[in-house]
């Protein structure tokens, strides 16, 4: 079976045609992050009227790029939530005019699921059942994945995800945009000094994640070693304390800042991974979402997995970020679980 996958839940254009839910024959990404990086977020407005310029780009190029005839593909899988309305709907309406014109089947995607099936994807062997973990922008979402059809939410976040966390603590140090892979740099090989900021809810059997009071700290911190600046040249609701001065000293302070924030983001995520492990007893694990290209982060949890005696599973880097291939994956199993939708669908913006 060859499933075509179509993403616009966010800031990335994309389509991919994947073969039986394992084959990635095509990956097509168009991202937003220079139209959003002024804002220091994505803007949905722009958002979605860069979708309508690409959509149809893109899935031409993924269906060229797959060398597959377009009356080949046999279903179409499009991501219809959760994400930003007006984004999703460019998505969801191409797809719906294809399945039309096809005459096609179509399949509404839960874009966290399409997240967890990245590691599907890349695993020949991929076995259920598994604890999965999606650490995003906008979320931070624990599953028990019995099956491919039998997912439940077991812990989210109570306020920011992960993601907004790094994103909104770059935002503040005046770093930059998106902050995980800014901060992930500063952090690399820098000691936090006995600097320790908050690890929330992490008593045993709480599911649940909150990064806002850490984010807080972070900004309470910054605020007594570096002072507020002029926060008023720059748009968002956050006062960027960006070190007036430029010596050794005030880059080392960032640095320190972003090795003890990243130590408690990184913290809590495997501590509650492997609660959740323990607590359903089973011995697999997939952490994935765009958080999930964190080096520190991966190597923290695969050695504590190591030590526990749980598979963790993390998808390639390329696949943990917002992506096709892992949407027409998810389609893929549902299609064969006789899961198909009718055209009239709805956007959601949660799930
Ligand atoms: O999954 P994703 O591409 O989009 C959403 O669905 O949100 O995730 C984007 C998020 C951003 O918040 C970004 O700062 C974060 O993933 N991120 C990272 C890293 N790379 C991206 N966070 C920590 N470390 C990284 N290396
Ligand atoms: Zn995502």
Redesign the pocket.
């Known amino acids: 079976m060859i499933t075509l996958g179509i993403e616009t839940?966010?800031d990335?254009t994309a389509a991919a045609v994947v073969l039986e839910g394992k084959k990635t024959l095509s990956n097509v990404v168009v991202s937003q992050i220079e139209l959003h990086r002024e804002y220091g977020g994505v803007v949905p407005e722009l958002a979605s009227r860069k979708h309508i310029e690409c959509i149809s780009l893109v899935i031409s190029k993924a269906i060229k790029d797959a060398r597959v005839k377009i009356g080949e593909l046999d279903a179409i899988c499009v991501t219809s939530g959760p994400g930003l309305i007006g984004a999703l709907l460019v998505g969801i309406g191409a797809a719906k005019g294809l399945a039309m014109a096809l005459k096609k089947p179509i399949c509404a995607v839960n874009?966290l699921h399409g997240?967890l099936f990245a590691a599907v994807l890349e695993n020949e062997s991929f076995q259920f059942p598994f604890i999965g973990m999606v650490v995003?922008?906008?979320?931070t979402t624990l599953f028990d994945v019995q099956s491919p059809v039998e997912i439940e939410v077991i812990g989210k976040t109570r306020d920011d995800?992960?993601?907004?966390a790094?994103?909104k603590v770059a935002k503040l140090l005046g770093l930059g945009y998106?902050?995980?892979?800014i901060?992930?740099e500063l952090a690399r090989g820098v000691s936090d000094d006995g600097l320790r900021f908050p690890r929330a809810l992490l008593e045993n059997g709480n599911f649940d994640f909150s990064f806002s009071g850490l984010k807080s700290a972070v900004l309470r911190h910054s605020e007594k070693v570096f002072g507020v600046s002029d926060y008023r040249k720059r748009p968002g609701s956050f006062r960027p304390i960006v070190p007036s001065k430029t010596s050794t000293e005030d880059r080392m302070e960032v640095r320190r800042i972003a090795a003890a924030f990243q130590a408690a983001v990184i913290e809590t995520l495997a501590t509650k991974l492997f609660m959740a492990t323990r607590s359903r007893d089973v011995s697999r694990a997939v952490v994935c979402?765009?958080?999930a290209?964190?080096?520190a982060?991966r190597e923290r949890i695969v050695s504590q997995g190591k030590n526990l005696g749980i598979e963790v599973i993390f998808p390639s880097v390329g696949l943990?970020?917002?992506n096709a291939a892992m949407i027409a994956a998810r389609g893929y199993s549902l299609v064969k679980a006789g899961k198909l939708d009718s055209l009239d669908f709805a956007a959601r913006s949660r799930w």
Not at 136 to 139: D, L, R
Not at 161 to 164: C, I, K, T, Y
Not at 178 to 181: K, L, Q
């Open positions: 839940s966010c990335e874009h997240h995003s922008g906008g979320h995800a992960a993601g907004e790094y994103d998106p902050g995980g892979a901060i992930e979402g765009g958080v290209a964190n080096q982060l943990c970020s917002d």
